[in-house]
């Protein structure tokens, strides 16, 4: 039986209002899994693993502690994804039986070790491996907040319904990006031009190729040659 504190609104309200960081964040990555990946409909399979690769790359730039766990993958659902083992070589998955990770000892005492009071969760399916693990550490008391876009599941009844009892249930609902920029904090960190290029946002690109070029029109030698 979860053993979770009473809050006040006050509370409840900080949750909402208080700053991620390097030092009260984790993030929980749960069942990324082939088996499961392969009846995602609700957002683009590839994006999927992009986004996901992204926030477990953001993470370890700017230490983050990162958990990956799987369920059945000897099994039912298969192995974990390997282009997150191949970006994240430094994780072990935890493999489970269990529909809710939570219910997994080996799960709850590492996570307890980490010592974090903010959960950054994502997980394929996004009603069942998010939204049962994310529901259940609200209920154990810690700040959850939901990954959408590096979730996905098997309909959009699924992805509504799943994200509705996702709000009722307390879960801060976000993006992969979204979370890593609040920790990074401040763009004159020496850590930002590495975080960005391990979010890898779509415009990116061409807004560092923007900057690039104003940068060459500005520079000296190029306003010695204007003024010829």
Known sequence: MDRSPSKSLAEERTAFYEELTAENAAVLLVDHQVGLFSGVVDIDVLTLKHNVVAL????????VPTMVT???????????????LTARPDLEVLARTTVNP???????QA?????RKKLI?????TEVCLGLCAIRAVSRGYDVYGVIDASGTFSWT????????LMQAGVIVTDYA???????????????????????????????????????QASPENRKVGAR
Not at 158 to 165: A, S, V
Not at 194 to 216: C, H, M, R, S, W
Request: glycine residues 6%; negative net charge.
């Open 56 to 63: 477990a790359k953001a993470a370890r730039v700017l230490g």
């Open 158 to 165: 699924k992805r509504e319904t799943g994200l509705l009892r």
């Open 102 to 108: 939570w219910d997994e000892p080996r799960f709850t």
């Open 111 to 115: 996570v307890e070790a980490l010592g």
């Open 121 to 125: 969760i994502a997980g394929v399916s």
């Open 178 to 216: 979204s979370t890593m920029v609040e920790i990074l904090r401040d763009n004159a960190s020496p850590l930002a031009n590495e975080l960005y290029a391990a979010l890898d946002l779509p415009f990116a690109t061409l807004v560092g190729q923007i900057f690039a070029a104003n940068t060459k």
């Open 70 to 84: 799987a369920t059945a993958p000897q099994s039912m659902w298969g192995p974990t994804i390997p282009e997150l």
